[in-house]
Structures are given as structure tokens and as C-alpha cells.
Nanobody, 120 residues
Framework: QVQLVESGGGLVQAGEALTLSCAAS????????MRWYRQAPGNQRELVAA???????NYADSVKGRFTISRDFVKNTLYLQMNSLEPEDTAVYYC??????????????WGQGTQVTVSS
């Protein structure tokens, strides 16, 4: 019903920047809260940033001041601008969205992930 597709990952050097995108498609009424998570090898998946439909944002302490989450309602796309990347940011990044379906039920949908690797 809903597909989330991340893009924009890659290999960069420490101090460089990347912008991740997450495009939503399918049959739904609207996207509510959206989030970026990441998971490094051997670690649990952690919340990186979140944005409400109203535009309120929340960040993990480790990325505050470096990452910016945003969304485009027309394109149904979520973004994560990542500046001053550090090797510790290396992980698979996943987007997640709370989706209001046409049946008026709520679904939390996940993307397949995109790899971000930061070399020192």
C-alpha cells in the first residue's frame, strides 16, 4: 500500500556532507510524523531525527547542530541534510512514516535503508 524508498547514501570523508531522501508512494491519505533511524553493525537501531506534520523537529543529541530533517508535502518526500559527518555516523539509514490510509487506519511504514559510510 505504501512504499518508502531512501536514496542519497554513499561513501564520504569526515567533515563532508550528504543529503538523504525518502520518497513515499502508493495509496494513502496523508503522511503524519516521519523519522530517520540508523543502525550501525552490532548496534541497535536508533532514532536520529523526527518531524511532525506541523513541522516540529527532534534530534538525537549526537547529531544536533549537524543534521537537519525536513519534508516536502507536495513530493511526499522526507530529507536529512547531514553536515560535518563523522566516522561514528557510519550506518544504514532508514526512514519511517506514520501513514493514514484510505481506510482511515494508521500504518507505520519503513524503507529498505541506505548505507552511509564516513571514512576518517
Amino acid at each position: 500500500q505504501v512504499q518508502l524508498v531512501e536514496s542519497g547514501g554513499g561513501l564520504v570523508q569526515a567533515g563532508e556532507a550528504l543529503t538523504l531522501s525518502c520518497a513515499a508512494s502508493g495509496s494513502f491519505l496523508r503522511l503524519n510524523d516521519m523519522r530517520w533511524y540508523r543502525q550501525a553493525p552490532g548496534n541497535q537501531r536508533e532514532l536520529v531525527a523526527a518531524i511532525t506534520r506541523g513541522g516540529n523537529t527532534n534530534y538525537a543529541d549526537s547529531v544536533k547542530g549537524r543534521f537537519t530533517i525536513s519534508r516536502d508535502f507536495v513530493k511526499n518526500t522526507l530529507y536529512l541534510q547531514m553536515n560535518s559527518l563523522e566516522p561514528e555516523d557510519t550506518a544504514v539509514y532508514y526512514c519511517s512514516a506514520d501513514v493514514l490510509l484510505k481506510t482511515l487506519s494508521l500504518l507505520t511504514s519503513w524503507g529498505q535503508g541506505t548505507q552511509v559510510t564516513v571514512s576518517s
